[in-house]
T-cell receptor
Framework: GAVVSQHPSWVICKSGTSVKIECRSL??????MFWYRQFPKQSLMLMAT?????????EQGVEKDKFLINHASLTLSTLTVTSAHPEDSSFYIC??????????FGPGTRLTVT | GENVEQHPSTLSVQEGDSAVIKCTYS??????FPWYKQELGKRPQLIID?????GEKKDQRIAVTLNKTAKHFSLHITETQPEDSAVYFC????????????FGKGTMLLVSP
């Protein structure tokens, strides 16, 4: 079946620094990937749609200059949280669609900003 | 945009009982309705999904029903087991995998032995 990986699985960084999270589709190509953020005891909220070869599409209220997305290849999308602050601490999950309907989720990255 | 409401937010049942979680959606163009189980700190796992051309789908102890006229769909788990304890999310999507999923707020299911 389709497998999506994320790296790192968890990261702790200091306030003001930047953190890069990678999302890879291991056994299929993904021209589109989705980035979600999940705060404790809350639902998944779509942040942006990553498109290979073009700019990402951001959801309303998500700062595109703070959350930089680069879809470098057909199997890799990266999310960089720039100038991270404690309120950016969250669980970040990517997903990639394969076929007409199903999306495959990565294992998530736990970001803690101190 | 799409809005998905999910109820209840928490559900406690005894082992062996049935559990029902309900969701409503707002956009009649939505045609794909997956259900996910998420354990703490892990990725959402697809447990069952239904498309708009079907009214009901069953997979062993899990079933989903869809009422497109009323714009609601439900997850039914029978003979619940402690390992069913997790957070369950419903979601809706318009035209398939390349379209965004809108999630409900989730239901924490606790199955007591």
């Amino acid at each position: 079946g389709a497998v999506v990986s994320q790296h790192p699985s968890w990261v702790i960084c200091k306030s003001g620094t930047s953190v890069k999270i990678e999302c890879r589709s291991l056994d299929f190509q993904a021209t589109t990937m989705f980035w979600y953020r999940q705060f404790p005891k809350q639902s998944l909220m779509l942040m942006a749609t990553s498109n290979e070869g073009s700019k990402a599409t951001y959801e309303q209220g998500v700062e595109k200059d703070k959350f930089l997305i680069n879809h470098a290849s057909l199997t890799l999308s990266t999310l960089t949280v720039t100038s991270a602050h404690p309120e950016d601490s969250s669980f970040y999950i990517c997903s990639a669609p394969q076929g007409a309907y199903e999306q495959y989720f990565g294992p998530g990255t736990r970001l803690t900003v101190t | 945009g799409e809005n998905v409401e999910q109820h209840p937010s928490t559900l406690s049942v005894q082992e062996g009982d049935s559990a029902v979680i309900k969701c409503t959606y707002s956009d009649s163009a939505s045609n794909y309705f997956p259900w996910y189980k998420q354990e703490l700190g892990k990725r959402p796992q697809l447990i069952i999904d239904i498309r708009s051309n079907v009214g009901e789908k069953k997979d062993q102890r899990i079933a989903v029903t869809l009422n497109k006229t009323a714009k609601h769909f439900s997850l039914h788990i029978t003979e619940t087991q402690p390992e069913d304890s997790a957070v369950y999310f419903c979601a809706a999507s318009m035209s398939g995998g390349y379209s965004t999923l809108t999630f409900g707020k989730g239901t924490m299911l606790l199955v007591s032995p």
